[in-house]
């Protein structure tokens, strides 16, 4: 009997594509990576689509539906849903899963995955890759280095005319005096100085407020600024003045998103978050830095302080550990990145414009700070600002 040929049918895979689908694999990829495109629905790019559910800005947008979904739910149903809603945020293992996220920014990418995964997030974020010390996407072994990348020197110039500059890249979340010892979370949610710096010195008269106990003069008062790194900024931070750096405090606790609209429901999420503060002097008196964590971002970084070490797998709810840098010989490893001037037993002093740390991803900064009645914000609230720019002016 003549064998019969079966023809293949017109849906069925190619059997050269069957057997070499890691190179169908690189040059659909390489054409993601060739440049920016129209957008596509998601079923038609599914690399897209995981990269961006890794990432953590997907977070953002089912922060923002759970926000609506929410609201819709406390109108019909009452605010007890409202506080279930938190709560059940609020159980979630936000520190495992930032943890976890860590491991997956440092496993190394080979080398031709490298351009389309960073070019996916380029797009996305609209990160500034002209900005970048390095261009070359290959030369950023992991996500993690791509996240830390370093600036050109000369694209964050310092703003001479402002005693105060900004400390990181981002967007104004809220400025202002602080009044009652309660600072401004975002427009009408506060939260305690108290518990989101500690315990301080306390001075002879016990009646005064916690805030008073900051300030080193009755004619100068206490301000306050907050910027939110997002996911596409530049994710170091900088010394926003000459000041001298006395204390570290580093307060474990959540890694709840920062997002504004989570930031309005959760409240005193800034005290309940994983924080460093580092706490010291400034020509004005009292003054400080708080790098604040959220989910995915448990690594916080400061170049002075190796000791320091962030979202550990345990730890005491309310505790914080402190460091001083003027008790005696402190003994600092520093990188060739950090801008210390000099340590010796006043503490640690920092240069304006001088890079202090780095986040794994974008977070938080809020500087509380003590200056003159007159002293002015040159801010407006949702407004974007780059390290350098100008906070205010006396």
Known sequence: MASRRVEPHPHWPHPHRLQVPRLALRRRLSVLSGGVCRPAPWRRRPITFLCYVLSVSALRPLANREVEETKHRAHRHGEVNVLDTVALYRSFPTRLLSRAWGRLNGVELPTWLRKPVYSLYIWTFGVNMQEAAVEDLHHYRNLGEFFRRRLKPAVRPLC?????????????????????????QVKGVTYSLENFLGPQKS??????????????????????????????????????????????????GSLMSVNPGVARLVKELFCLNERVALTGQWQHGFFSLTAVGATN??????????????????????????????????????????GVVSVDAGGVALQKGAAVGEFNLGSTIV????????????????QRIRVGEGLGSL
């Not at 400390?167 to 600072?183: C, M, T, W, Y």
């Not at 302080?305 to 962030?310: G, N, P, R, V, Y």
């Open 203 to 252: 001075k002879s008269n016990d009646s005064l407020s916690f805030r008073d106990l900051l300030l080193s003069s009755p004619d100068n008062d206490l301000f306050h600024v907050v910027v939110y790194l997002a996911p596409g900024d530049y994710h170091c931070f900088h010394s926003p003045t000459d000041w001298r750096v006395e204390l570290r405090r580093h307060f474990p």
């Open 367 to 382: 500087l509380l700070f003590e200056a003159p009645k007159d002293f002015r914000f040159n801010l407006q609230p949702g």
């Open 160 to 184: 001479a005319s402002s005693c105060l500059v900004s400390p990181a890249d981002g967007r104004i979340l809220h400025f202002g005096q602080v009044k009652n010892s309660e600072v401004e």
């Open 297 to 338: 971002v448990g690594s916080i970084r400061v170049y002075f302080d190796e000791e320091l070490q962030t979202n550990t797998p345990r730890y005491s709810k309310g505790s914080f550990h402190d460091r001083s840098y003027v008790a005696g010989n402190q003994v600092l490893k520093a990188t060739g990145e950090v």
